[in-house]
């Protein structure tokens, strides 16, 4: 199979798969509400973001994991690939290990955190433990999914993540059924958990990713040095980005309340995958971007990551244009009125979002390179610098101090650096490198003011027919203005020729034009 097939497959299963975790998020949020109280549901999602940060207790492993094998996967002879998976393997079980009984000794003599109500205490600490025994298991079972990254099929990945979300679904519907409470939520976790180990490990059988029994050779400290060594500059790196991206309800529930920590984790919801959709483009192209560079292939790696970063930025300005006009009419319906915020929250998020989604690119790209320089630094910088804000932003200016907590760390920080980086490493001017923003610059110029004024029509207007006007309008016309200014010519071209003859002279309308 060729890369570009792999890449598209890839990329097209993974939509699919964010569709279903769209309709997942959709149906669970509902039918959570059913039978969880607002401070009950704010304690699952306090629980699942401090499960986040446990997860980096793998100090980098699993992203060293990715990349390395992508080093030694075209090897005939040898047993590099085999070691490197054993070596995975070993550092995974010890790290389950501590985290296991860290987690148990840390939870019993502590307590909860503060914003955790009295009567909560005991769930909380049940709960915590539970993600700590998840996030153990899958220090030890991570290495299946790296194996089908690294050989370029996270189209079978995807395809296991639709099973999960019906799984999960089923169980969690069922759990609460019989009155497993908030417990419910954690049932379906585990049984996803299981369904994609099992089915991952079939994957690499079949797919014949698990080296022949002369090549397995064993773990070394070799093999560690090499995966630790990459790793700390992932788990630096990670631990920055973190702090910025998913640490909000952390810092919301001791400051705002459980009941705020609700609200947010509700309403920023549809943003989080919204910016899923257009972090796929980025996602799906670092193994053969990681390839090229292996190979040699530097001109061609050039091009493809330009054209990636032009249209990631392009996608993140039709993503948050649509998730500012249409997401407090969608929550609404969503929740039945029981949840809600100024849509100023959803403007602040969408344009943090576009700067979040270019630096993601350029940032990314180190990581590709196994070439983190100062930039982890950066990261963690700005990770500490939100904090810092927020702490002060979040009870004088409530969920606006936090986001734009986010925005002013982001924007003044892993931005600047990551395009200066940019620049530096391919031998650009800076109006080069700013001109990969002139397409998202475009677009935002037409369909910002079209939201706005839309938004403005629809007042006073029931939630389904406000919905239904804004996404349609302004999807339709931000799917055209992607096309015509997020793609290149080619590209273009390309996906011109796979639609109906009708769509392909509208798409295709003055294609003559000098491309971006």
């Not at 290495?143 to 995807?158: E, F, K, M, T, Y």
């Not at 958990?193 to 070799?222: H, N, Y």
């Amino acid at each position: 199979m060729s890369r570009l097939k792999r890449y598209t497959l890839a990329l097209a299963s993974g939509y699919l798969a964010v569709a279903a975790n769209m309709l997942f998020t959709f149906a669970s949020v509902p039918l959570a509400f059913q039978y969880l109280s607002k401070a009950e549901f704010g304690l699952w999602a306090l629980c699942s973001q401090i499960a986040g940060y446990l997860a980096l207790i793998d100090f980098g492993m699993a992203g060293a994991q990715s990349r390395i094998l992508v080093d030694y996967k075209d090897e005939t002879t040898g047993t590099n690939y085999g070691s490197t998976i054993l070596t995975a393997l070993l550092v995974g079980a010890v790290q389950g290990l501590v985290l296991l009984a860290g987690g148990a000794v840390v939870l019993w003599l502590l307590g909860p955190m503060p914003g955790v109500p009295a009567d909560l205490g005991r769930q909380f600490r049940w709960l915590m433990f539970s993600q700590c025994a998840l996030v153990a298991a899958g220090f030890l079972t991570r290495i299946v999914g790296n194996l089908l990254w690294a050989h370029q099929r996270s189209d079978v990945g995807n395809v296991i993540l639709l099973f999960q979300f019906v799984v999960n679904y089923a169980v969690m519907w069922a759990a609460f059924a019989n009155g497993a409470g908030v417990f419910s939520l954690l049932w379906g976790l585990l049984a996803s958990t299981v369904v994609a180990l099992v089915f991952s490990i079939a994957a690499c059988a079949r797919l014949k990713f698990f080296p022949s029994r002369s090549r397995w050779g064993r773990p070394t400290w070799q093999r560690f040095k090499e995966l630790f060594a990459f790793g700390k500059d992932v788990f630096v790196f990670t631990l920055g980005s973190q702090m910025v991206n998913t640490s909000q309800t952390i810092l919301i529930s001791p400051l705002m309340g459980l009941e705020a920590a609700a609200t947010w984790s509700v309403c920023i919801r549809p943003f989080l995958l919204a910016m899923l959709l257009v972090w796929r483009v980025l996602d799906f192209s670092a193994t053969p971007l990681s390839e090229m560079l292996v190979r040699g292939e530097h001109e061609r790696f050039f091009d493809r990551f330009r054209g990636v970063t032009v249209l990631t930025g392009a996608m993140a300005v039709v993503a948050g244009v649509v998730f500012a006009a249409c997401n407090q009419p969608f929550v609404q319906l969503w929740t039945q009125g029981k949840v809600g915020w100024s849509v100023w929250n959803d403007v602040l998020l969408a344009i943090w979002g576009v700067f979040m989604a270019v630096q993601r690119c350029h940032c990314g790209l180190l990581g590709v390179r196994k070439d983190f320089g100062w930039v982890k630094y950066v990261y963690l910088a700005e990770g500490a610098v939100f904090v810092g804000l927020a702490l002060v932003a979040a009870r004088p200016f409530g969920f606006i101090g936090v986001i734009g907590s986010s925005l002013i760390a982001t924007l003044s920080m892993s931005f600047l650096w990551g395009l200066r980086r940019s620049r530096s490493d391919f031998g650009l001017s800076w109006p080069q490198v700013l001109r990969w923003l002139e397409p998202a610059g475009r677009i935002l110029m037409v369909l910002a003011p079209m939201a706005a004024l839309l938004r403005w029509a629809v007042t006073g207007l029931a939630p389904v027919p406000a919905l239904i006007l804004l996404a349609t309008s302004l999807g339709l016309v931000g799917g055209w203005l992607l096309f015509r200014l997020g793609l290149d010519q080619p590209m273009q071209a390309r996906l011109a020729a796979r639609v109906p003859g009708w769509m392909k002279s509208l798409l295709l309308a003055g294609l003559s034009r000098p491309s971006a």
